[in-house]
């Protein structure tokens, strides 16, 4: 079993940033491939950004290329999100997301989720 706690999201002006946060316990950390996925109000959870175990491999939807950054520290079994220019539309919860991969690969679906954070951008 994988636990994962998101921090860091919160109220910030459009043009802001913030940073996310996702503690991970429960397997050795390095195994777990990690995404971040956000879902708005009245819309469907969508997947922003995904690394492997080993952060080797890294995925954007389109809509925050050039705009989030994700990485990990596999020391401190925490993956982040960086998020700048943030926009009105990047207002939602922002999940963490975790599956064992054993090898630098994405996975399709995620088997761990964490509770969510808020994060809301004004305009």
């Known amino acids: 079993q994988v636990q994962l706690v998101e921090s860091g999201g919160g109220l910030v002006q459009a043009g802001g940033s913030l940073r996310l946060s996702c503690a991970a316990s429960?397997?050795?950390?390095?195994?777990?491939?990690m995404g971040w996925y956000r879902q708005a109000p009245g819309k469907e959870r969508e997947s922003v950004a995904d690394?492997?175990?080993?952060?080797?491999?890294?995925r954007y939807v389109g809509s925050v290329k050039g705009r989030f950054t994700i990485s990990r520290d596999n020391a401190k079994n925490t993956v982040y999100l960086q998020m700048n220019s943030l926009k009105p539309e990047d207002t939602a919860v922002y999940y963490c997301?975790?599956?064992?991969?054993?090898?630098?690969?994405?996975?399709?679906?995620?088997?761990?989720w964490g509770p969510g954070t808020q994060v809301t951008v004004s305009s």
């Open positions: 997301a975790a599956t064992i991969r054993g090898s630098e690969v994405l996975p399709l679906s995620y088997a761990y």
């Open positions: 429960g397997r050795t950390f390095s195994s777990l491939a």
């Open positions: 690394i492997s175990g080993g952060g080797t491999i890294i």
